[in-house]
């Protein structure tokens, strides 16, 4: 069962916003804990397990494939300025909630509650600038290589992007990537590592 929680490090109590601390993967807008996998997070100043989180498989693989592809085309065909509205909401909110962000990424990862409060900012950051580039991804005009042709340049959204991010940096890493994608109109997977899953899932809570 996913109720692992460490008595002598028990994160809930410590939350403002207990559901912030997510076991399961983001799937298509909703919780999925199909996975009888499970990896156990340990704090590592004690090696005492917070949490236990579901470990997707290859069905949950291909449904977060597939609800990304879905998303797509709405997401694309967002205006840049909406995309932009919505990455700046979720910088917002992980400053509205850089305690709790914080808290959860020293119980997880070791860094300093003051260097987690600071990651917090630097990675809301990530999606602040990436959201205002949205609206500066223009396209440009070449000069041609003959006097009978009109070169242009147009930017379209790649489709669905993969990121796999590492433990030192379990905020910071996923907006420096997933706002770059979202920005230019791509949708997003996010494999987090196995050490730091409990920052990623909070995030997307968010």
């Known amino acids: 069962m996913l109720d692992n929680v460490n008595a002598q490090f028990d994160i809930h109590r410590e939350l403002h916003r207990g559901d912030l601390l997510r076991q399961t993967s ?3 807008g ?8 499970i990896c156990t997070v340990n704090n590592p100043a004690t090696m005492e397990p917070i949490s236990d989180v579901a470990i997707v498989g290859g069905e949950e693989c291909q449904m977060a494939i597939d609800a990304a592809q879905h998303a797509l085309p709405a ?3 967002l205006l840049a300025g909406e995309r932009r509205e919505i990455l700046e909401r979720w910088a917002s909110l992980m400053s509205v ?3 709790d962000l914080a808290r959860i990424m020293t119980a ?13 900012d630097y990675a809301a950051g990530f999606l602040k600038w990436f959201g205002a580039e949205a609206e500066r991804l223009t396209g440009d005009v070449l ?3 003959k006097p009978d042709r009109r070169m242009l340049v147009l930017r379209e959204p790649l489709g669905v992007v993969a ?3 590492p433990w030192n940096f379990p905020s910071a890493m996923i907006t420096r990537k997933a706002g770059a994608a979202l920005a230019a109109g ?4 996010v494999r987090p590592a196995l050490e730091t899953p409990l920052s990623a899932l909070a995030l997307a809570a968010l």
Do not use: F, N
């Open 163 to 165: 990121a796999i991010t």
């Open 26 to 28: 983001y799937i298509g």
């Open 108 to 120: 997880e990862q070791g860094k300093p509650l003051d260097e987690a409060r600071g990651e917090i």
């Open 186 to 189: 791509c949708t997003m997977i």
């Open 30 to 37: 909703q919780w999925h804990a199909q996975s009888a996998r």
């Open 75 to 77: 997401w694309k065909g």
């Open 97 to 99: 909630h850089k305690e």
């Open 143 to 145: 000069v041609p290589h």
